[in-house]
Every structure is written in C-alpha cells, then in structure tokens.
C-alpha cells in the first residue's frame, strides 16, 4: 500500500492540493477539517523558510484534487456547525490559465413542485462550462443544450474549500461524483407482484389483436389477453390498462407462430439521458457501501440531494 502524503493543508497551494482519487464510477466522499489562524509555534519546516520560525499556524484554505477518467458530474454540499462560514470553489485544471467554475443553486432549472417546494436537478452541481454557448441547443434535453449543465469532461478539477471568518472554524463537506448513465429502468406497478415475462407459446383462444400505436388510451377487455405487432408505440401521457390476469404479447410474429421471443424495449432515436436528470438513493447507496462496510450508513448530508429512490 502507497503512503499517504504527510504534507498538512497549511502547507498546500493549488499547485500542490491533496489527491483524492481517480473516478470512473459513482463515488461518494466526506472531508472534515478546521480552517482559520492558530497561534503557535512554528518552526522552519512549517514556514518554508530560512527563518527560526515564530507564532503562527493554521489555514484559511484546504486544497484538494479530483480526477475524472470518465464524463462526470461533481455535486458538493456544506454541513458542520456554520456551512454558511465556508466557501466552495471549484477549478477546471484543463485550461491554460485555470478557468473557474460555477456551482448551480436555486437559479438553476426547476422540474416540478413537490411537498418541499421547487425541484432544483442541478442545484450544488458544478457547472460543465463557464456560461451556455448557445450552439448546443437540444429542444429533447431538461436543460435545452446548456453546456453549463453538461458532465464535466475527463481531466483534473481543484477543489478549494475557505473560510470567510477570521477564527477557527470547523467544516463538513461532501461531494458526489455522478457518472451519467445509459441504462434505463422500467418499472412496472402489479398489486400482485408479476413482471415482464418472456412468453414462449400462446393462447389463440381468447386474445384479441390491438393496434401497435395508441394516441388515446386504452382497456383491454378483462378476461382476454392482447397481442400487438412489434414495434408499440405510446404517445406521452396516454395509458394502457391490462386487467388482472391478462397478458399483453408483443411480437414480430404472427399469432399462429411458435417461438421464443421476448420483450423489446428501446428508447427512441431521439431520446436524451439527460432528459431526467435525478439522484438515486440506491445508485448512492450503493456506491457508498461498495467503498466502505456494508455497514456503514450513508451520512445524513447527503439526503437532501436525492431525489429517487
């Protein structure tokens, strides 16, 4: 095992922050630490200097480092005794000079209101670049093409975290590294707890042939099972009911035709992953438990965040 750097805060710059890590997958950190001035003693190594050292000590800022080895997003939130003390600042380290960027708060988009208020996706996110560019526009996309709502490309990032109070302060801060997804989840509701079931013979007898494409919604006689010609497609907000007990077959076979098909469910051509941008509690979950014991409980801090469970 690598040591770990014995270089305190005090004595990093953004030319020599603490590495934390590189990223490919959804991770989830807590720093802790104490900003603001100490008086004691110092000697010569802790000056840097050709001197004896004198009175003095501490830091007003702590310097770290991400590195992504995938697109990703970084999501940072403040805890501790008095977060609104503390100063986040992020730095993308791939561009000559340094270049500076945003964190999203409430004037980001807005999805739907909840019990809470306003949904906020993007709120805490660090913005993919320095202001929109408007030459990306996606009409599909939640944030209409922004770059600023982008992943943030592979490369290096300065995390600095700073006080605005001349005495000690203690902070909290945890980050998530989201790494966007390309897997879509389907959920079906059955009170009775069936899934979607891969079918290798049917009954003629009682199925009744529905069209492939429904603008309005539909029921299915109860006591009938239904059979479509696949592709299927479902216009927005329209809703098809299969009572219980009762099979809705979809296939690139005729009736008559014996065969072990199953189920094909792609998103269209046009469809933008980011068009639904939340956090799972699960994916989190997961992430957390897979860096540590399966014991350990997710923090507290990072609850306001999720979204989904």
């Not at 603001?36 to 000590?57: C, M």
């Not at 989840?185 to 009744?208: C, H, K, P, R, Y």
């Not at 507290?300 to 979204?307: C, K, V």
Request: glycine share 6%; net charge negative.
């Amino acid at each position: 095992m690598s040591r770990v750097s014995q270089v305190s805060q005090r004595q990093r710059t953004q030319k020599n922050p603490l590495i934390l890590g590189s990223f490919n997958e959804t991770s989830l950190r807590v720093l802790t630490g104490t900003l603001g001035p100490k008086s004691v003693v110092v000697g010569r190594a802790d000056t840097n200097q050709y001197s004896n050292g004198g009175f003095g000590g501490g830091s007003y800022n702590h310097w770290y480092q991400i590195n992504l080895t995938s697109p990703a997003w970084i999501i940072t939130t403040k805890g501790g005794p008095r977060p609104n003390y503390i100063q986040v600042s992020v730095y993308d380290l791939n561009k000559n000079p340094i270049e500076g960027r945003g964190i999203f708060q409430g004037d980001s988009i807005s999805t739907r209101s909840t019990s809470n208020g306003t949904y906020y996706p993007y709120i805490d996110q660090v913005m993919g670049a320095p202001s929109d560019l408007y030459n990306t526009f996606n009409p599909y996309s939640l944030g209409k093409g922004d770059d600023r709502y982008f992943a943030l490309n592979i490369g290096s990032y300065l995390l600095c975290v700073s006080t605005t109070r001349n005495e000690l302060l203690n902070y909290t801060l945890a980050f998530v590294i989201e790494v966007p997804t390309t897997e879509m989840l389907l959920l079906l509701e059955d009170l009775e707890g069936d899934f979607l079931a891969q079918e290798t013979t049917l009954d003629t007898s009682n199925t009744i042939t529905i069209p492939s494409n429904f603008a309005s919604n539909y029921i299915l006689l109860s006591g009938y099972n239904a059979f479509s010609i696949s592709p299927v497609a479902i216009d927005n907000n329209i809703t098809i009911t299969i009572p219980l007990n009762s099979t809705w077959f979809i296939s690139t076979l005729f009736l008559d035709t014996e065969s072990n098909d199953v189920f094909i469910i792609e998103p269209s051509a046009i469809f933008d992953f980011e068009s639904i941008h939340e956090h799972s509690r699960a994916e989190w979950l997961a992430a957390w438990r897979r860096e540590r014991s399966p014991l350990d409980t997710l923090p507290a801090i990072f609850e306001p965040l999720i979204t989904t469970s």
